[in-house]
C-alpha cells in the first residue's frame, strides 16, 4: 500500500482492476484505494503478472503493507510477505513502503518531485533542508526538490509555507470513480445501523478535534446591510450581461474579507508553537461542502484579483473539490477561512478554526429585516457574520476592529473595487 | 610595512632565527657556497660560518639523519630537501626516527627539528618531481606540518617551526618563492594550527592552502561576478588543522569546497571533508566536494599539466555546484 497522499496512513481497498493471472505494464492502474482524502489509484511499479492478490476488496491496511505480488508467470510467492515500516504521521520525513515485490527486473519509478512518495524512495532533502523544516514546521512532502534527483535544499524551502497538517479532509489528485456512498441511514427495521468512517470523514474528525478543542475560541458576531452591496452586484452582474458567470454574494464577501485582512494582519495569522506567523500574504479558504465532508480549497492572494478572478477561482475549486480532484497545493496554505452556510437558511453560526490559522468568519443567509433608518422602520437585506478568533493570536478588540473594517467594506462595496 | 619576496621572507626567518639561538644551523645540498638552489639562504654562509650553515652531499637519507642526531644532542636543525620529491629517500628518519623519538624514548630525546623545502608541482618538472606531500606526512602523528601560501605567513611559519620543539615539515613551493607580499617588520609570529581567512563571504566556504590559494582567490573573485560571496580558507597549517576555523566558516555558509595540488585519493583535503561531514552534517545544505590534481602522474607537456592541476575554473565549477547553480 502506497502513501498516495502526504497524510496517508492507511488505505481502503474498494476494488481491484487487474485479475490474478493478467498481465500487468508499469503504470496500468491495480486497484482504487480510498485514502484519508479521495479516491485514488494503485499502479503497478513493474512490468509483470499479478500473481497473487493479497488485500480482500473493502479492507483496510497500512500504508506499508503489501497489497500484491507482480512477477514473471508461474513464479511462486510466498505467503509471507515483508511489509516496510508504515509511514509516520506528523513527521517531514515517509517511508512508503514497498508495494510489489518484483522479480523480474524492477522498472523503479522516479520519485516524483511532488507530494506523493513513491516506491521505496524517500525524501531526499539536504541535512541542513531537513533541519530548516523541522524548525519551520514544513512538510517535506509538499516541497519540490531542486537539487539532484529532487533533493530538497535550504533555497526550496525560502519559498515554501509551513505546514503543520492538511487542511480538514483535504483531497488529493484522483483520477479514479467517486467512491460508492456510504448508505444513508434507512429505516431497515434494525435499531441502527454502523457505518464505518470513511477516510474523508476519519481526517475532518481528527483535523478538528485538534481544532475546537486545544484552540481557546471565542466569536463575535456582526450585522452587516447588505443593500449596497447588493446593488453594485446587480450593476456589475447586468455589465457583464452574457459574456462572463455572475459575480456572486460569495465573491464579495470573501474580496471584502481579503482587503480587511490585508489591514489587519494581527487576523491574519497562524498560531505556532512557539511564535505567530503574520502573513504579509493573504490567502483565503473557502469552506466547500463535498459529498460525505467539508474541504477548504484555498483562493490565492485573494486580495489582489479581481472579484471576476475571485468568483472564476472559487468556481473552479467547489467544482473540483466536488469531484476530488484537488492538489495539495489547492487545499493547504490558506491564511484565513470562510465558511457559507447562507445558501441553507442558516441566519448565523459558529465556525470552527482551521488550525493553525487565527480565524475563520462564518456567513449566514440575507434576509430582509426590519432596521431602523433615521427614524423609521425599513425592510434591508441583512447578513450576520460571526467572526471565530484564536484567543492566543486574536484579542477581543483586534477581532472586532477587523470586522469593523469588514462591515465597512461590504456596507460600502465601491470602495473595494 | 614592507613588500618582500617569499624567498626573502624564509631568508630572514633563518638569518633571524639562528642570530638569537646559537644553536640553530642549516643543513643541506647547495645550501652554503651556492647560496641556496632557489637562493633561500643567501648570504647566511658568510654571516655565520661552515658549522651552521652546512653544505651536503647528494645523501638525503643521510643528512636527515645526522640532523635526528643533532636533534637527539641538542641542536636545533633545520635540514633542507632540495625538493621534498627526494625527501622519499629520507623518509625512513623523517618517518620513523624524528616522527617517533621522543615517545618511543618516553621523553628523553627531544626532537626540535624542522625538515623543509619546495613541495608539489612548479612548471614542466615531470612526473617524479612535482609530488605533493601533504598527505603522506601529515598522517604521521609526531610530526608538524605547514604549508604557507604567502610571504608573510612563510616568515611567521618558519620562525614558529624553528623554535617548536616539535619536528615540522614546512611545505614551500618553488611557483611561491618569486611571489611577493608584505610582511610585518619585527618579530612576528605565525601559530602552528592556525588557519586565515583570505577572503570573507557568506556563500561556500573553499578551503585551499600554499599553490591552491592563488587560484581560489581569482575563483572567488570570479564567482563574485556571478554574485556570489565566496569565503576563502588558507589553512595554513595541515596538522594539526584548525577546526575551529573550518567549521565556524562552513557553518556560515552550509557548503563547501575543498582545493588541494595532490591527488584526490586519501588526499589531505579528504580529511577535511571528514572533518566536515562528521562535525557539520546538520549544517551542510550539500555534499563537500574537491578540486585536486587529476589522479595521474603530472604530465610533463605544457598543456596536459596545466589541464591536470586545480584551476580557477574548475573551483567555480565546484562551488556552483554546491550552490546548486548548475
Redesign the interface.
Known sequence: MEALSPTMEEGRLVKWTKQEGEGVKTGETLAEVETDKAVMELVARADGQLLKRVVAEGATVPVGNVVAYIGAPGEKVDGAAPSAPAAQAGSGKREAGSVVPVAAPAAAAPAPAVAVAAEGSRIKA??????IARETGVDLNLVRG??PGGRV???DLEGARAQTASAPAAVAASRAAPVPRPASPVSTGAPYEDIPLTQIRKTIAKRLATSLGPVPHFFLTTEVDMERAAEAREALNQELGDQGKKISFNDIIVKATALALARHRACNAWFQDDHIRYWNEVHIGMAVAVEDGLITPVIRHADRKSLAEIGAAARELAQRARERRLTPDEYTGSTFSVSNLGMFDIDQFTAVINPPEAGIIAIGSIVQRPVVVGGSVVPRRRLRITMSCDHRVIDGATGAAFLQTLKQMLENPLAML | MPTITYRDALNQALREEMQRDPNVFLMGEEVGVYQGAYKVSRGLLEEFGAQRVVDTPIAELGFAGIGVGAAMGGLRPVIEFMTWNFATLALDQIVNSAAKMLYMSGGQFPMPIVFRGPNGAALQLGAQHSQAWESWLAHIPGLKVVAPATPADAKGLLKSAIRDNNPVIVLEGEMLYNTKGEVPDGEVLVPIGKADLKRDGKDVTLVCHSKTVTPTLKAADQLAEQGVAAEVLDLRSLRPLDEEAILGSVGKTNRAVVVEEGWPHAGIGAQVVDLIQREAFDLLDAPVLRVTQADVPMPYNKLLERAAKPSPDKVVAAARRVLYLE
Open positions: 539536504s541535512p541542513l533542508a531537513k533541519r531542486s537539487g535544499v535550504r533555497r
